[in-house]
């Protein structure tokens, strides 16, 4: 599967942007998918991965973000309120087929990643 990502853009602190992570290919049902991100100097961490049966996010966005897809489209989207300048990144999408979780090395497919700046 190929993904791209897109919806980024700088906003301010306390504003809202949506993500959007299209997929090629016709099985884009069957993976498990999850948004990452990776702040200047930092590791890529975690936010938050969705499957067939549920979500789950790390606790630095839960209550703000919502993770969500449709698999008619092709897509997933992550819905970003509340935005803090913390939350400045370069955000990625990436699927896996091996079941999903927490950590990069969970995930075999990522997209391109889009920059989301948060300005205070």
């Known amino acids: 599967v190929q993904l791209q990502a897109s919806g980024g853009g700088l906003v301010q602190a306390g504003g809202s942007l949506r993500l959007s992570c299209g997929a090629s290919?016709?099985?884009?049902?069957?993976?498990?998918m999850g948004w990452f991100r990776q702040a200047p100097g930092k590791e890529r961490e975690f936010v938050a991965a969705?499957?067939?049966?549920?979500?789950n996010y790390d606790d630095s966005v839960k209550g703000r973000f919502t993770i969500s897809r449709d698999n008619a489209g092709n897509t997933m989207y992550l819905q970003m309120n509340s935005l803090k300048p913390e939350d400045t990144a370069i955000y990625y999408c990436?699927?896996?087929?091996?079941?999903?979780?927490?950590?990069?090395?969970?995930?075999?497919?990522w997209g391109q990643g889009t920059q989301v700046t948060v300005s205070s």
């Open positions: 990436a699927a896996s087929n091996t079941g999903w979780g927490r950590t990069s090395s969970s995930y075999a497919f």
């Open positions: 290919g016709r099985t884009f049902r069957n993976y498990d």
């Open positions: 969705i499957n067939w049966n549920g979500s």
